[in-house]
């Protein structure tokens, strides 16, 4: 699990290194040419809901990643984040819903920007399990 998180945050290191430099690098590959193709999924000062973003925490900065697995039929318990986190859904389907009742309908490859201290739950209505790769941007100490 720890292996394929270090995967990961290194992929999406890689991959904010290039956004940075430019769109397309060509490179050599045993005299083949190739490109790497670089796709933004999002950028943005707000949540899914509309809301800006809070400030990050004081302290010193935590970077978590989780993949999740919600099974099919499968409801979250209500709950909220006290820290700006973004996800992209790998495969299946999933619905987040807030306390007063905002819905977003994700699909596999849809990027999500999380709602901040805002109550709200998860439900998988798809027939296969729901698989999503979270980033959290907090700092130690905080939940």
Known sequence: MIKESIKIFAMVSVIVLLQLSCASLPIRQESNEASIAVEELVKTTRSWDGKLLRSYPQGQPEITIRRISIPAGARLDTHSHPVINAGVLLSGQLTVVTADEKTLHLKAGDSIVEVVNTSHYGINQGNVPAEIVV?????????
Not at 135 to 143: D, K
Request: net charge negative; charged share 10%; no cysteine.
């Open 135 to 143: 980033f959290y941007a907090g700092a130690v100490e905080v939940p």
